[in-house]
Nanobody, 123 residues
Framework: QVQLVESGGGLVQAGGSLRLSCAAS????????MAWFRQAPGKDREFVAA????????YYTDSVKGRFTISRDNAKSTVYLQMNSLKPEDTDVYYC????????????????WGQGTQVTVSS
């Protein structure tokens, strides 16, 4: 089993920045890809960004390219999401997820999930 714990959410004004963290524990060696998703009430969970533990390859959804950066610290088993130039439409609950194999943008492909952290961007 793998446990994921997110932190770093909060309230920020439009144009501001936040950094989310996802600390992984347990059998982290069984996972190879980490991702961030977000979800608003009543909507489907949306892919945001993903990274490979080894090699560091990254992938972003178009709406966050140039504003968000995903990174990882293998020694700490932690993945980060640096969010800059935040917009009100970025307001969501953000979830960290882990899976075996290659990066995938479908939430159903991920094996482990964190509890989520709220990000609210005011206009």
């Amino acid at each position: 089993q793998v446990q994921l714990v997110e932190s770093g959410g909060g309230l920020v004004q439009a144009g501001g920045s936040l950094r989310l963290s996802c600390a992984a524990s347990g059998r982290t060696s069984s996972t190879s890809a980490m991702a961030w998703f977000r979800q608003a009430p009543g909507k489907d969970r949306e892919f945001v960004a993903a990274i490979i533990w080894s090699g560091g390859q990254t992938y972003y959804t178009d709406s966050v390219k140039g504003r968000f950066t995903i990174s990882r610290d293998n020694a700490k088993s932690t993945v980060y999401l640096q969010m800059n130039s935040l917009k009100p439409e970025d307001t969501d609950v953000y979830y960290c997820a882990a899976k075996r194999g290659i990066i995938d943008s479908g939430p159903g492909e991920y094996d482990y999930w964190g509890q989520g952290t709220q990000v609210t961007v005011s206009s």
